[in-house]
């Protein structure tokens, strides 16, 4: 072999032996020379003894909810403090300390977190004292979108602002409520546990209702000067109410029997804590007080106003701020009324999921595969085993609805009840599968087919993070609803830091034609009545009680808007009191009164 070939073939060898150096070098760095499953962090566990002196963090939802939420945190013993509206300048930090690539909640909701963390500091506070004094509790799962990362991403982006360690306690629907460590710092109790079922469900139905009254208040601002005065009153009870104690409310004779008796009395006071927080007279005294102070605001039905519902992504469809571009006020101020989904729903959705997913899996998770036909310990083991999954969640999706719709009828009986998650699901079906997950799964596309084939709403409104897979997903299919329900409208809004004049831009244009709509339905049930529109408004004039916002209006089936449905009713009173006064001054009436 010549010197030259033998060259080549030692700078060749050169070249791979530098190759190979750099590429062991990049490896080691990138930590895959030794790689290692990943392991969640460990982290500082929140324990019992801090209780008085650690302050919990929370937010993101309405300003009714969180509320609520703070008052059975501080009845309960805890420290707690919300966050404030998450805003751009929130969405803007989470951006800076965070991942590329997340949806607007995330950067929004760590982003707040870290402003606030940040003026804390700013006040004074070393960064030692935030991270012993203050952790964050939050929502966590795991499935198929972002949602999955949402704690490791708070953590990532606490680190890069410079409050690394910072503790991050997790409600996950598929384990309850505990802190990413396990730590008992956060107890679930009944106490705690019936305090928020009540939260929730006030919480929910006190925002449904501001956004079915405020629409047609005639003073303007009434209503929401009402609505903090009768929410005051709530948070008062649901944080200053006594607990509930067996030994206490005993009689004298039996309690020291009853102190004797650990098991006994445990489970008197679990279940005397129960009755007291949905039955005790304080509990309903105050809904009594709520629901008669809101009463006292004046409305008006007679407006005409498109009804919006408004579907989409959780923390989109909930959240009042720049996280969906202020899009309840908005809608208010272009002439609307708002249709808002409860929390109760999402809660509601995961029952039902968790029946039909019992039912689905049961041939793989039934404790005897393939008994044979004579083996009928087997048989009964099987069905017993799935029998008792799916009466326990019915159980608790029943009480669930009941105690919802008790809170809707103590609190004026006008807002809307849940929707049946078994139609839901079955309107979707054909559209969405059911088990497809993420996200809301099917209900976006579900709700959409139910409140426009029942006439329930002239709009429908998604509002959804920028990217979101699932709801994403959801919109490619709404294209083959809304070509079966031809007369749908329908508009989904993907909703970020920034856009917000676009987002405007586009409601703007589908809320013509709602109230193209809506004005349409009033004229034409205002003519079916053959009264002029002055007549009913006179009516209305000589008769307070109509003007009051717990005054039950029936529902007529195919009309969606509160005027029209107003203008019926009122017609058929005044027909109703025609016919009375005429009976009354008939001849043989006459005789008898005067006899």
């Known amino acids: 072999m010549d010197n030259k070939r033998m060259a080549q073939i030692e700078r060749e060898r050169e070249i791979r032996k530098r190759l190979a150096t750099e590429r062991s070098h990049l ?8 790689p290692a499953h990943f392991r969640r962090p460990a982290e500082r566990t929140f324990t019992a003894d801090e209780r008085g002196r650690v302050t919990i963090l929370f937010g993101g939802l309405t300003w009714k909810h969180e509320e609520l939420i703070r008052a059975v945190f501080l009845g309960c013993g805890y420290r707690c403090e919300r966050l404030p509206v998450p805003d751009v300048a929130g969405f803007q930090a989470g951006k800076e300390y965070g991942n590329n690539g997340q949806c607007s909640p995330a950067y929004f909701t760590v982003g707040n977190l870290v402003k606030y963390l940040q003026s804390l500091e700013g006040s004074g506070k070393s960064r030692q004292q935030i991270l012993d004094e203050y952790v964050f509790f939050t929502a966590g799962s795991c499935g198929p979108c972002r949602f999955g990362m949402y704690e490791s991403e708070y953590r990532f982006a606490l680190r890069n602002a410079g409050f690394n360690g910072f503790r991050v306690l997790l409600f996950k629907d598929s384990d309850g409520l505990k802190a990413a460590s396990g730590e008992p710092g956060l107890k679930f109790t009944v106490d705690f546990g019936m305090g928020m079922l009540n939260a929730l469900h006030l919480g929910d139905v006190m925002n449904d209702l501001l956004y079915e009254v405020r629409p047609f208040e005639v003073k303007e601002g009434e209503t929401d000067r009402v609505f903090r005065k009768a929410m005051d009153g709530l948070v008062a009870t649901l944080r200053d109410r ?9 009689p004298r004779w039996a309690a020291p029997y009853l102190a004797r008796k650990k098991t006994l009395r445990n489970t008197l006071n679990t279940l005397g804590k129960i009755r007291e927080h949905l039955y005790g007279d304080i509990y309903l005294e105050a809904l009594e007080t709520c629901a008669k102070t809101l009463d006292a605001i004046e409305v008006d039905r007679l407006r005409v106003k498109p009804v919006v519902k408004i579907t989409g992504e959780f923390w989109a469809q909930t959240t009042e701020g720049d996280g969906n571009f202020r899009m309840f006020d908005f809608l208010e101020r272009e002439g609307a009324q708002v249709l808002v989904e409860p929390i109760a729903t999402w809660v509601a959705y995961l029952i039902h999921q968790a029946k039909a997913n019992a039912r689905a899996k049961w041939p793989v998770t039934r404790p005897h595969r393939d008994p044979h036909w004579w083996e009928l310990k087997k048989h009964l083991a099987n069905q017993k085993a799935l029998r008792k999954k799916l009466v326990l969640l019915s159980l608790g999706e029943s009480l669930w609805r009941h105690f919802y719709q008790r809170t809707i009828e103590h609190l004026g009986g006008i807002t809307h009840p849940l929707v049946p998650q078994t139609e839901l699901a079955a309107l979707a079906h054909p559209f969405y599968n059911q088990f497809a997950r993420g996200g809301e799964g099917h209900l976006e596309v579900g709700k959409n087919v139910y409140y426009t084939k029942n006439h329930l709403c002239h709009m429908v409104l998604s509002l ?12 490619g299919v709404q294209s083959a609803v809304i070509n079966k329900f031809q007369d749908m409208i329908f508009l989904p809004i993907e909703t970020s830091g920034e856009g917000e004049a676009n987002a405007h831009s586009r409601v703007q244009m589908a809320l013509g034609e709602a109230k193209v709509k809506a004005r349409r339905e009033f004229e034409e049930a205002l003519k079916s009545t053959g009264k002029s529109l002055d007549e009913i408004k006179t009516y209305v004039a000589d008769h307070p009680e109509l003007r009051r916002p717990f005054y039950p209006v029936p529902c007529r089936a195919g009309i969606a808007g509160a005027a029209a449905q107003f203008v019926l009713h009122v017609s058929d009173r005044m027909d109703a009191d025609a016919r009375l006064w005429r009976r009354s001054r008939a001849p043989g009436v006459a005789a008898s009164d005067s006899a």
């Open 242 to 250: 006594p607990p509930f104690e067996i030994i206490e409310r005993a």
């Open 464 to 475: 959804k993070p920028f990217g979101c897979m699932p709801s994403s997903q959801s919109d």
């Open 27 to 34: 490896r080691a760095l990138a930590g895959l020379e030794s």
